[in-house]
């Protein structure tokens, strides 16, 4: 009798332990992924922070948008002769 009972829950913990792993399996793979995505959406809300704050300096300060158009843009003013060194 005492043997039957410990083959039953042997068999009861194993079928515990396959419906279940999965599932936790699944479960655990979910939070790593939402964790990224989290991590990501910081990420993305820092980039627009300092996108939003560039774009607000080149609308306001045109000594900052005049940096920007002579760095990136190769801009000089009337008279100046711009020399390229590699």
């Given at each position: 009798?005492?043997r039957?009972k410990i083959?039953?829950?042997v068999i009861f913990?194993?079928?515990?332990?396959?419906?279940y792993?999965?599932?936790?399996?699944?479960l655990?793979?979910?939070k790593e992924?939402n964790d990224?995505?989290?991590?990501?959406?910081?990420e993305?809300?820092?980039d627009?922070s300092?996108?939003?704050?560039?774009?607000?300096?080149?609308?306001t300060?045109?000594t900052?948008?005049?940096?920007v158009?002579r760095?990136k843009?190769?801009?000089a003013?009337?008279g100046?002769?711009?020399?390229?060194?590699?």
């Amino acid at each position: 009798m005492a043997r039957k009972k410990i083959i039953a829950a042997v068999i009861f913990f194993t079928l515990i332990i396959i419906v279940y792993f999965p599932g936790f399996s699944r479960l655990q793979k979910l939070k790593e992924e939402n964790d990224r995505l989290e991590n990501k959406i910081l990420e993305l809300k820092k980039d627009n922070s300092n996108l939003e704050t560039e774009m607000h300096k080149l609308k306001t300060d045109p000594t900052y948008l005049e940096g920007v158009a002579r760095d990136k843009l190769k801009k000089a003013k009337k008279g100046e002769i711009i020399y390229k060194i590699d």
